[in-house]
């Protein structure tokens, strides 16, 4: 016997030891004998990445072995029966797709110690047997990640984690959809498989049973899933099947029908290519049929009803389109009534205007309480950006076929396209996805994941809140840090330090909130303001440092391990940070080159957006061309930057001006900050600064001409204080002016006087020195006319009927969002509601303007509007809308400024007196996640982020 194998016999269960790898027993006369073949293939390739040595699957049963791995489900394979009827395998509750592990001392007479991975069904099995492929190291994300597990010639599982029964489920189906495939999936897909087949299928389907999902919507663009195999037509198909992969068709595609097949099918069956039920009815009903024929053997959710071809509207009126989806959905149920498919899993997907079908209205009934439909699954959807639509109200939530969600990290639509990389972060896939579990939808979560590629952290986030709901969805508020964490050392901590894994998941969160706040797509140079509150320069900064800290990072990995760093993490961070500086860039030469002044600055920005135009299409070129070898040509191929249409159709870089100096001269002009345009000569004021703050103010001083000057900036007060006061001005320089607080102890203005080029330029500053000794703790104070304040920074909360207040860390634009919970509470009258209050200084009695920030929610019925109240001091509380009667999700312009700002904004103005209030916010309506608060004197001028947050006493 093998003493190195005796060593720890007790401790350990050895999987691969001097050379020789632990055989695989399997049998192969079950019905799952052709998937579980494959998945065991799969594992034992996994041992092979680890170890160098790669297991045999073994069906002859009478082979002797001292170790083996016997896997098979229950009631399917001969082997996990008989060990079960013997009482060797532990007695476990046998929960849809679940799993047991245990380690069996001689389970057979051949066979001297085993780990056995039983299955309740098929996907159990699978699920165990990558479980075990977890164990030794390997990432879901072997294959389309490139991530390397560490490796060992001696491999070895500790047998503590050898006894283990899995969890059933949360969410009965889980999965994603390939779409919006074309040009970058599509192009990989050629280049690398020949077309949307079964090469390119399989590594599709074992990453989905590697994110222990179930569930696919197959690319549908230019391909057809059931018909696409290369070996035979259905060898798509039938693969899924094999490997367990419950198969759909998108929202508009029904009875297994991809929305291709019809113009390359309908001559045999009609003389007409019309997709219109009404006048080609027997045409379309013999096309659905033909696709129940062929794919009705295969495990299956069914599409039902109709929408226009290529997912467009049907068109005619309301009633029309009810009583013709009654009709189509009629139709369809009797063909699967004829096949045997009556009690087969269907769905009507609520997607878009269908939405309006299923409400109906006063005069329409919709399909909401039509009875054919009971046994169907209603799969609701997002607005397209990841926000909810409307969702079930209570009376309708225990509806017996269940609910499902459409979900979207990827969309290909107005008003913006977003097809490149993650934008979605993961705070905001737990806000959205718990809501609409608390509202019932528990049968079928489906992500549109575009391309698949980058959108690998938020599908594995989004695939293990579905498996696991209850150990990370509601009541586990604030851990997708610690999923983050989780998922980036699953990743890289066998190929790097603790510090390192903790700087990438950073790099990680960063990225993704950075495009969370605005997507790249749609950042163009006016998004940040160059003017107000140093915007465009903090955000640039941001920019900046991030792609550092990228660059840093990978000189931390091991070359073996660059591939997975550069897909997963540099190529998506840096590549994102880039299209903000270069739309920053380009700000700052729009800024610089307005007329009459133009500015030396404007050309030196110029060049640095040429330069960041040169690293996108570098960047880009590295991803197709360089990583893995070029494994992923074709696959960063989305446009996505300066979109001005919906799609991709015109999208540009962002263009620059070229300035036109003076010849022979020299012209000093001086941009004060705040203001938007340069002056020559005269005065201009800067904004406020007071002693609560650390503030600094900016000047930029820059040369109109292609001569050099010398400039100094004078004074008339010893406080303030400029850096630096003198130099030589080739292009520009930038002028910071603060005040020395121990030389000012009272408020005061001053003259900041810049003198160059033979001109002479006035800047006026005021200093506002604010006595808070009679302010309570805990007060926000007023300075130049704006109170900012960050929503988690109550002064308290009050909750009633059992709800809570809680704070979501760093979800959305501002620091974090509050929002109160459950998620389904709904107020009448601000008496009832709760409420949170916060205490504000005013300088002065005037009409102020609150603005609230909160994050772009939906209505969460149809009735709302996302109704709260506000009261300052001891007045009544006003009852307001944070959405408009005309807001539409989907449609009205309110809803697209929302979505592309990624927040609305809702103002109501009070009349105030100079002094300390108290302002409350009672939450009336389900659904706001408050985030900032602005109480302004005067309309605010244009940022994007808004001010930043006040003094606090």
């Given amino acids: 016997m093998n003493t190195g194998r005796n060593e720890q ?21 079950g019905a799952d004998a052709k998937g579980l073949k494959l998945v065991a293939q799969s594992f034992a390739g996994d041992v092979e990445l680890v170890s160098g040595s790669k297991p045999v699957i073994v069906t002859d049963h009478s082979l002797a072995s001292e170790y083996a791995i016997i896997v098979g489900t229950a009631g399917s394979s001969r082997l996990i029966d008989q060990l079960a009827a013997q009482g060797k395998l532990a007695a476990w509750e046998r929960k849809r797709e679940t799993f047991l592990i245990e380690v069996i001392e001689q389970p057979f007479a051949n066979i001297g110690r085993a780990i056995v991975i039983a299955g309740a069904d098929k996907r159990g099995t699978f699920y165990g047997i990558y479980h075990l492929s977890g164990l030794i190291g390997v990432s879901p994300w072997v294959y389309w990640g490139d991530v390397k597990p560490a490796q060992t010639e001696q491999l070895q599982i500790p047998l503590s984690e050898l006894s283990y029964v899995s969890k059933q489920p ?69 693969l899924a099947d094999a490997y367990g992969i419950v198969m ?58 109709m929408r226009g071809e290529r997912d467009s509207e049907l068109g005619g009126t309301l009633e029309k389109n009810i009583d013709r989806l009654k009709d189509v959905i009629l139709t369809q149920k009797q063909i699967l009534q004829k096949h045997g498919l009556a009690d087969a899993p269907q769905m009507l997907v ?19 309480h039509w009875d054919v439909l009971n046994d169907v699954t209603i799969m609701l959807s997002d607005d397209n950006f990841g926000n909810m639509r409307t969702l079930p109200l209570e009376e309708d939530r225990a509806r017996c076929a269940g609910w499902g969600i459409y979900y979207h990290f990827d969309y290909h639509g107005g008003p913006r396209s977003y097809e490149w990389v993650n934008t979605t972060p993961l705070e905001k896939v737990w806000e959205q996805m718990t809501m609409a579990y608390d509202y019932g939808i528990r049968d079928i979560w489906i992500v549109n994941v ?9 599908l594995s986030y989004f695939m293990e809140l579905a498996y696991d709901f209850e150990g990370w969805g509601t009541g586990k508020l604030n851990r997708t840090q610690q999923f983050l964490q989780k998922w980036t ?73 660059k591939d997975a760093y550069d897909q997963l993490v540099y190529f998506p961070a840096a590549a994102s940070a880039n299209v903000k500086k270069m739309n920053i860039y380009a700000g700052y030469n729009h ?37 893995a070898g070029g494994k992923w040509r074709g696959m960063m191929s989305s446009p996505h930057i300066g979109y001005v249409n919906w799609n991709a159709d015109g999208w540009q870089y962002p263009q620059v001006k070229s300035a036109a100096l003076l010849a022979g001269k020299s012209l000093m002009i001086v941009h004060a900050e705040g203001s938007a345009e340069g002056i020559i000569s005269g005065a201009a004021t800067l904004p406020h600064i007071n002693q609560l703050q650390p503030q600094t103010r900016k000047l930029t001083v820059s040369n109109g001409g292609d001569v050099p000057f010398q400039f100094e900036i004078v004074t008339d007060a010893n406080w303030l204080v400029c850096q630096p006061s003198s130099g030589l001005i080739e292009q520009g320089a930038e002028i910071t002016v603060t005040v020395d607080w121990k030389r000012l102890s009272h408020s005061d203005s001053g003259v900041v006087t810049l003198i160059g080029a033979g001109q002479r330029i006035d800047i006026q500053l005021a200093a506002e020195y604010i006595d808070t000794s009679a302010l309570p703790d805990g007060a926000f104070i007023e300075a130049d006319g704006i109170i900012a304040i960050e929503a988690e920074h109550t002064h308290k909360r009050v909750s009633t009927d059992g709800t809570s207040w809680e704070v979501l860390e760093h979800y959305g634009k501002a620091l974090s969002t509050l929002k109160l919970f459950p998620s389904t509470a709904n107020f009448a009258e601000p008496g009832q509601a709760p409420y949170i209050e916060y205490l504000l200084y005013t300088t002065e009695e005037a009409d102020y303007e609150l603005t609230l920030y909160i994050a772009p929610s939906n209505p969460l019925t149809r009735s709302s509007r996302l109704r709260y109240a506000v009261a300052f001091d001891q007045s009544e509380p006003v009852i307001t809308a944070a959405l408009s009667d005309r807001f539409t999700a989907g449609e009205s312009k309110d809803w697209e400024q929302g979505v592309l700002n990624n927040a609305h904004q809702t103002t109501t103005v009070h009349h105030l007196g100079k002094g300390a209030h108290t302002l409350r916010i009672y939450q009336l309506e389900a659904g706001l996640a408050l985030q900032r608060l602005v109480l302004s004197r005067k309309p605010l001028a244009y940022s994007f982020f808004g001010p930043l947050e006040s003094y606090r006493q």
């Fill in 350 to 368: 609520v997607y878009k205007e269908v939405e309006k079908f299923w409400h109906g209205n006063e005069q329409v009934a919709g399909l909401k």
């Fill in 170 to 238: 949360s969410i009965k189906y889980r999965g994603f959809f390939l779409n919006d495939e074309w040009p970058s999936l599509g192009s990989w897909a050629m280049n690398h498989c020949g077309g949307f087949n079964e090469h390119m299928y399989k590594p599709i389907f074992e990453l989905i049973l590697r994110l222990n999902g179930n569930y696919l919507w197959p690319a549908m663009w230019s391909a057809v899933f059931s018909e696409d195999g290369q070996s035979y037509p259905l060898a798509n198909a039938e």
């Fill in 591 to 627: 800024w610089l080159s307005q007329a009459p002044y133009h500015s030396q600055l404007a050309n030196h920005y110029a060049k640095l957006v040429e330069a960041t135009i040169e690293r996108d299409q570098a960047l880009e070129h590295f991803y197709n061309h360089e990583i």
């Fill in 248 to 305: 759909g068709t998108s929202h508009h595609e029904p009875l297994f029908r991809a929305g291709e097949e019809w113009q390359k099918t309908y001559k045999r069956y009609s003389d007409s290519n019309e997709w219109d039920f009404d006048v080609n009815r027997e045409a379309i009903t013999r096309f659905w049929e033909d696709g129940v024929i062929r794919n009705k053997s295969l495990e299956s959710i069914i599409t039902l009803g």
């Fill in 9 to 29: 016999q007790h401790t350990h269960f050895t999987l691969v030891s001097n050379g020789k790898a632990t055989p695989v027993y399997m049998d192969d006369s």
């Fill in 489 to 561: 050392a699953q990743q890289f901590a066998h190929t790097t330090d603790s510090q390192t894994v903790a700087d990438i998941a950073q790099i990680l969160a960063d990225y993704t909130r950075m495009n969370g706040a605005r997507k790249p797509e749609v950042t163009y140079p006016d998004t940040y303001s160059i003017t107000q509150f140093k915007e465009a320069e903090r955000v640039l900064q941001q920019a900046i440092e991030l792609e550092q800290r990228a660059e840093e990072c990978r000189l931390r990995i091991a070359d073996q391990h």
């Fill in 450 to 458: 575009g391309d698949l590629k980058p959108n690998e952290l938020p």
